[in-house]
């Protein structure tokens, strides 16, 4: 009773060996080249129009932000200073991080205080939104660039 049993387990183990080859189950399974080549393709595209956006989006904060608000976001601006604005340091990640995207929304398109409605004509809504991108990165731009210490570890590779 028991030898015909081991034979059996011994063949189907066997089996699992078999199958457990490098290459006879993932060939079957992994995406063909083609595939991998679309899906990179609409991420590289993807990624095209985000930058564009952004671009965009530097371009109007250049023009309609940047004098009160600063260059890097930090509101440390002669007219800030003139008209006796009081700003929120963006340069600081914390300010904008709990602030929800509507709450920018709504200040820039309405206006808030004596910041000016940003209108549709200059921004429209999907330009307003990346604005608000754009100023939730602002953070991550030094406000000069600082000089490396000759001992300082090499940057991690940007991708
Ligand atoms: C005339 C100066 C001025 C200009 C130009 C200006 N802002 Fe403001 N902004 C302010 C002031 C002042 C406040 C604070 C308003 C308050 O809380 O009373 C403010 C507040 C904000 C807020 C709300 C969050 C915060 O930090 O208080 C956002 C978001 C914002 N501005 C974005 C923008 C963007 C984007 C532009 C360009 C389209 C812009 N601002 C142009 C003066 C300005």
């Avoid at 083609?34 to 609409?42: D, L, T, V």
Wanted: glycine share 6%.
């Amino acid at each position: 009773m028991l030898k015909p049993l081991l034979f059996v387990s011994a063949v189907v183990l066997l089996g699992f060996t078999a199958m457990s080859t490098p290459g006879s189950i993932s060939q079957a399974t992994a995406p063909s080249a083609g595939q991998k080549n679309a899906a990179k393709a609409a991420a590289a595209e993807a990624k095209a129009a985000a930058d564009k956006a952004q671009a965009r989006a530097k371009e109007i904060y250049g023009v309609d932000c940047a004098i009160c608000h600063g260059d890097n976001g930090n509101g440390k601006t002669d007219l800030a200073k003139g008209m006796e604005l009081t700003l929120q340091d963006w340069s600081d990640p914390k300010t904008l991080a709990d602030k929800p995207d509507q709450e920018l929304f709504n200040a820039i398109r309405n206006g808030k205080g004596k910041m000016p409605a940003e209108e549709t004509g200059r921004a429209n809504d999907e330009e307003v939104k990346n604005l608000i991108i754009y100023i939730r990165n602002l953070y991550k731009m030094p406000p000069a660039p600082a000089p490396v210490p000759a001992d300082a570890p090499a940057p991690p590779p940007s991708n």
